[in-house]
């Protein structure tokens, strides 16, 4: 079992949808919670950042975060063609020096 | 520069050959991260450098594979006696200060064929 798991889509929306992106984990250590956008060719970017549980909010941005179940979503409102790409988690534990990253899913906003 | 650079962009070798990628981390940057990024796979941590020294090598999968930088700036991946299943996006990343409170800016990659 990976330590993240995550749907590897891909995942179609229209314009204007809302978008929810998961994943689940395995490592009950894990406090740091990342979500990272990449573009075709191009290196992961950071969206979201969030420590331990909660919810935190950015824009159109939102990433929640259940530690009970292990789970962490990012949810996009108001998606726009330029959303398209995509969306990796990743985390790491307290001192660590290194994420895990799910497998990534790809997002498609269609005009 | 703006951001990490890596070059090159793409890399196309045989197998059994040695390979040098190279990565120019943000000015300033103390901490620098290799990851490899398989095709369809997320990015799998591979070494980390605070200043000079590795201080984080458990990720590199084996003894072909080395990095250095040597004056805590510029970095490069060696990987001797490649393989075919060494082919991935090799990802370079730095960070102000190293550890998770200090977010990671990834470079490009370098697309690494093996054939």
């Known amino acids: 079992q990976k330590e993240v798991e995550q749907d590897p889509g891909p995942l179609s929306v229209p314009e204007g949808a809302i978008v929810s992106l998961n994943c689940t984990y395995s490592n009950s250590a894990f406090q740091y919670f990342m979500w990272y956008r990449q573009y075709s060719r191009k290196g992961p970017e950071l969206l979201m950042y969030?420590?331990?549980?909660g919810n935190k909010e950015d824009g159109r941005f939102t990433a929640q975060v259940d530690k009970s179940s292990k789970y962490i979503s990012l949810f996009i409102r108001d998606s726009q063609p330029s959303d398209s790409a995509t969306y990796l988690c990743a985390m790491s534990e307290t001192g660590a020096n290194n994420l895990f990253f799910g497998t990534g899913t790809r997002l498609t906003v269609i005009p | 520069g703006a951001g990490v650079s890596q070059t090159p962009s793409n890399k196309v070798t045989e197998k059994g050959k040695y390979v040098e990628l190279r990565c120019d981390p943000i000015s300033g940057h103390t901490a620098l991260y290799w990851y490899r990024q398989s095709l369809g796979q997320g990015p799998e941590f591979l070494i980390y450098f605070q200043g000079t020294g590795a201080a984080d090598d458990s990720g590199l999968p084996n003894d072909r594979f080395f990095a250095v930088r040597p004056e805590g700036s510029v970095s490069t991946l060696k990987i001797q006696r490649t393989e075919r299943g060494d082919s991935a996006v090799y990802l370079c990343?730095?960070?102000?200060?190293?550890?998770?409170?200090?977010?990671?800016?990834f470079g490009n990659g370098t697309r690494l064929t093996v054939t």
């Open positions: 969030t420590y331990s549980s």
């Open positions: 990343a730095s960070s102000l200060m190293g550890g998770l409170n200090s977010p990671l800016h």
